[in-house]
């Protein structure tokens, strides 16, 4: 359990009650989803943003920069978000009452408001206030133990303010620490039939080139959903991506309406498909035979009162699941992973370890991340130590309070 460090180290955390990790190496499935290596009363030291050494209290012997004593409490690996709006300006707080009154999200939508509300507000705000108004959001996200973060955008009335929002998730990655995963999502269309062609005519000509040549993003996301973009519309936009080196391909599928979005992702060999929750036997089946993450959503089902995603039908079948917030202000006014996870072992019936290695390991693997999401040796330093000595007080809580402090690997490197 440990690996060799021949000098003196960033940052040593001492007296770890347990030390836990997802057991292996990539995304977990079937009956080693929830294995987890559990260390008891150690300590480990960080160097260069990795962990350098996991061995028994004392037996660090090469000194540290910085101490932090994590008080007999359990450690965890840093949280990972694999879907997020966290980039918006404006509220949705009329559709929220309009919502309670008995109005569903779609109609919401249809009349013009809901997400096409959002881009209204975000295409008239500037770089610097998208950047004001994320910052407290990530703020929190880390309070509820995320060190990485996907961010997409998707609010934009045109292709300007799309590249708006890729600019100010650039700036947020650059000015503190999570590490921000930026994707370009093409999320609802114009509403007249040739202003919509065009939209994507343009995307894909224009757009899609320019946000690949800047390295604004590392994928996209398409909304494909009869309400937004129809499965030849997003296969359209999905191979131009491609066509200019942005692979990672995510898809919101299934939300409301199982109309192809999955059965495209394994077309296209998609990285995720996400949401879910109207998926059948028949999508259940799809997503197992593949090697795509299928990331679910909880915040959302509780706040639109949707029906759950099949979660367990996924495991079952052998699917590659993760756990996502899905932060946004229309469906999922969530920040915390950790609530996130804790929602998610009620919902759809995880075990603790389960939704532990939904958020950590299975979640990294939804970004191409295959070092994320584990706390071993060799791997980056990223991880959350908790308030207790239990580790699975962190799905058991409900709320984000049972985090005691989040350290990303950036910090851990000496300055
Ligand atoms: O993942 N449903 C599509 N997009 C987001 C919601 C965005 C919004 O309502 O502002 C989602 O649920
Ligand atoms: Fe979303």
């Not at 300590?43 to 260069?48: L, P, V």
């Not at 995320?146 to 292709?159: F, I, M, Q, R």
């Not at 029906?307 to 590659?320: K, L, Q, S």
Request: net charge negative.
């Amino acid at each position: 359990m440990s690996g060799a460090g021949a000098r003196v180290a960033d940052l040593l955390v001492t007296n770890v009650g347990t030390l836990v990790s997802p057991a292996a190496i990539g995304p977990q499935t079937g009956t080693t989803f929830g294995a987890l290596v559990v260390h008891p009363d150690v300590e480990f030291a960080c160097i260069d943003g990795e962990i350098a050494h996991i061995g028994a209290c004392g037996s660090w012997r090469h000194g540290a920069m910085r101490e932090l004593d994590a008080q007999g409490h359990a450690v965890v690996p840093g949280l990972v978000d694999p879907h997020t709006h966290v980039v918006w300006a404006g509220d949705r707080l009329d559709d929220f009452e309009a919502k309670l009154r008995g109005d569903d999200y779609e109609t919401i939508l249809a009349r013009g408001g809901g997400i096409r509300h959002t881009m209204r507000c975000t295409s008239a705000a500037s770089e610097d206030d998208l950047v004001s108004l994320a910052l407290p959001r990530l703020a929190a996200m880390r309070r509820g133990g995320a060190t990485t973060v996907e961010c997409k955008s998707g609010y934009g009335l045109g292709p300007d303010d799309e590249l708006r929002q890729l600019r100010a998730i650039a700036r947020l990655g650059a000015s503190q620490s999570l590490a921000l995963w930026p994707t370009l999502l093409f999320h609802v269309p114009p509403t007249d039939a040739r202003a919509r062609e065009e939209y994507v005519r343009h995307a894909c000509e224009v757009l899609v080139p320019l946000v690949a040549r800047e390295r604004l993003a590392v994928g996209i996301d398409v909304f494909v959903e009869r309400e937004a973009f129809g499965v030849d519309e997003a296969r359209t936009l999905a191979l131009a991506a491609r066509a200019h080196g942005l692979h990672d391909l995510h898809l919101h599928v299934d939300q409301f309406h199982a109309i192809g979005g999955v059965e495209l992702g394994v077309e296209l060999g998609a990285l995720s498909v996400d949401h879910l929750e109207a998926s059948g036997p028949a999508q259940v089946q799809a997503l197992a035979a593949s090697d795509m993450v299928g990331v679910v959503l909880p915040g959302v089902t509780w706040h639109l009162g949707l029906p759950a995603a099949p979660v367990r039908a996924f495991v079952d079948a052998g699917a590659i699941v993760a756990i996502g917030t899905d932060c946004n202000p229309g469906s999922s006014p969530l920040f915390g992973m950790a609530t996130a996870m804790a929602l998610a072992t009620r919902l759809y019936r995880l075990s603790p370890a389960e939704a532990l290695v939904a958020c950590t390991a299975n979640a990294a693997a939804a970004l191409r991340l295959p070092l994320a999401g584990r706390v071993e040796s060799g791997l980056p330093s990223d991880f959350c130590i908790l308030r207790s000595r239990d580790w699975r007080d962190l799905p058991y809580t409900l709320g984000d309070d049972v985090i005691a402090q989040v350290v990303t690997a950036r910090e851990t490197m000496a300055s």
